[in-house]
Protein backbone atom coordinates (compact mmCIF):
# COMPACT_ATOMS: atom_id res chain seq x y z
CA UNK A 1 0.00 0.00 0.00
CA UNK A 2 0.91 3.76 -0.89
CA UNK A 3 -0.29 6.64 1.22
CA UNK A 4 0.23 9.99 -0.66
CA UNK A 5 -0.47 13.41 0.59
CA UNK A 6 -0.39 16.53 -1.00
CA UNK A 7 0.19 20.28 0.28
CA UNK A 8 0.95 23.51 -0.77
CA UNK A 9 -2.24 24.13 -2.05
CA UNK A 10 -4.24 27.88 -0.88
CA UNK A 11 -5.74 31.16 -1.92
CA UNK A 12 -4.15 33.21 -4.77
CA UNK A 13 -4.42 36.04 -7.32
CA UNK A 14 -4.82 35.74 -11.14
CA UNK A 15 -1.22 35.39 -12.26
CA UNK A 16 0.10 34.10 -9.53
CA UNK A 17 2.16 30.79 -8.89
CA UNK A 18 2.01 27.85 -6.50
CA UNK A 19 3.81 25.02 -6.16
CA UNK A 20 2.12 21.50 -4.59
CA UNK A 21 3.88 18.56 -2.82
CA UNK A 22 3.20 14.91 -3.00
CA UNK A 23 4.80 12.62 -0.25
CA UNK A 24 5.30 8.99 -0.37
CA UNK A 25 5.05 6.88 1.72
CA UNK A 26 6.66 3.54 0.01
CA UNK A 27 10.74 3.09 -0.86
CA UNK A 28 9.30 1.88 -4.25
CA UNK A 29 8.75 5.30 -4.84
CA UNK A 30 10.78 5.28 -7.87
CA UNK A 31 8.66 2.44 -9.56
CA UNK A 32 5.49 4.38 -9.87
CA UNK A 33 4.49 7.11 -12.18
CA UNK A 34 2.87 10.16 -10.33
CA UNK A 35 -0.43 11.66 -11.73
CA UNK A 36 -1.68 15.35 -10.91
CA UNK A 37 -5.81 15.52 -11.30
CA UNK A 38 -7.69 18.41 -10.75
CA UNK A 39 -11.69 18.23 -9.78
CA UNK A 40 -13.29 21.45 -9.71
CA UNK A 41 -17.23 21.57 -8.06
CA UNK A 42 -20.04 19.47 -10.28
CA UNK A 43 -17.26 19.06 -13.32
CA UNK A 44 -15.14 15.28 -12.92
CA UNK A 45 -11.21 14.34 -12.51
CA UNK A 46 -9.21 15.44 -14.85
CA UNK A 47 -5.91 14.45 -15.99
CA UNK A 48 -3.25 17.66 -15.56
CA UNK A 49 0.13 15.90 -15.72
CA UNK A 50 2.01 13.14 -15.28
CA UNK A 51 5.79 12.04 -14.80
CA UNK A 52 7.48 8.59 -14.88
CA UNK A 53 9.20 6.74 -12.40
CA UNK A 54 12.47 7.84 -13.15
CA UNK A 55 11.47 11.14 -14.76
CA UNK A 56 11.26 10.38 -18.73
CA UNK A 57 8.23 10.30 -19.07
CA UNK A 58 5.85 13.39 -18.30
CA UNK A 59 2.94 14.82 -20.00
CA UNK A 60 0.24 17.74 -19.44
CA UNK A 61 -3.23 18.52 -20.46
CA UNK A 62 -3.84 20.99 -22.89
CA UNK A 63 -4.41 23.72 -20.36
CA UNK A 64 -1.30 22.78 -18.22
CA UNK A 65 0.98 22.78 -21.00
CA UNK A 66 3.42 25.78 -20.34
CA UNK A 67 2.32 26.98 -17.43
CA UNK A 68 2.53 24.03 -15.08
CA UNK A 69 5.54 21.79 -14.38
CA UNK A 70 6.04 18.38 -13.13
CA UNK A 71 8.74 17.10 -10.97
CA UNK A 72 10.20 14.45 -8.58
CA UNK A 73 12.71 14.05 -5.99
CA UNK A 74 13.32 10.38 -5.87
CA UNK A 75 15.18 10.67 -2.78
CA UNK A 76 12.68 12.31 -0.68
CA UNK A 77 9.97 10.23 -2.07
CA UNK A 78 8.10 13.60 -3.07
CA UNK A 79 6.57 14.93 -6.61
CA UNK A 80 5.86 18.73 -7.10
CA UNK A 81 3.81 20.27 -9.72
CA UNK A 82 4.79 24.05 -10.20
CA UNK A 83 1.79 26.23 -11.48
CA UNK A 84 2.18 29.62 -12.48
CA UNK A 85 0.12 32.43 -14.52
CA UNK A 86 -2.85 30.67 -12.27
CA UNK A 87 -6.19 31.64 -13.85
CA UNK A 88 -9.66 31.73 -12.05
CA UNK A 89 -10.33 28.37 -14.44
CA UNK A 90 -7.51 26.94 -12.60
CA UNK A 91 -9.68 26.07 -9.15
CA UNK A 92 -9.69 22.93 -8.02
CA UNK A 93 -9.23 20.29 -5.85
CA UNK A 94 -5.33 19.00 -7.15
CA UNK A 95 -4.63 15.32 -6.72
CA UNK A 96 -1.57 13.17 -6.71
CA UNK A 97 -1.94 9.41 -7.67
CA UNK A 98 0.66 6.86 -8.26
CA UNK A 99 0.21 4.48 -10.89
CA UNK A 100 2.22 1.90 -12.72
CA UNK A 101 1.87 2.86 -16.17
CA UNK A 102 2.03 6.56 -17.78
CA UNK A 103 -1.73 7.00 -18.61
CA UNK A 104 -3.41 10.07 -18.45
CA UNK A 105 -7.12 8.41 -17.83
CA UNK A 106 -8.06 8.18 -13.49
CA UNK A 107 -8.88 4.53 -13.90
CA UNK A 108 -4.64 3.41 -14.02
CA UNK A 109 -4.29 4.73 -10.90
CA UNK A 110 -4.13 2.83 -7.55
CA UNK A 111 -3.17 5.06 -5.18
CA UNK A 112 -4.88 8.64 -4.49
CA UNK A 113 -4.12 11.71 -2.25
CA UNK A 114 -6.71 13.19 -0.46
CA UNK A 115 -6.18 16.51 -2.35
CA UNK A 116 -5.33 19.64 -2.01
CA UNK A 117 -7.46 23.20 -2.52
CA UNK A 118 -6.57 25.69 -4.79
CA UNK A 119 -8.59 28.61 -5.39
CA UNK A 120 -7.51 31.47 -8.07
CA UNK A 121 -9.74 34.54 -7.21
CA UNK A 122 -9.53 37.96 -7.32
Known amino acids: QVQLTESGGGLVQPGEGLRLSCAAS????????IGWFRQAPGKEREFVAL????????QYSDSAKGRFTVSRDNSKNTAYLKMKNLETEDTAVYYC???????????????WGRGTQVTVSS
Open 97 to 111: AAGGIAKTETHWYDY
Open 26 to 33: TRAFNTYT
Open 51 to 58: ISGRGGNI
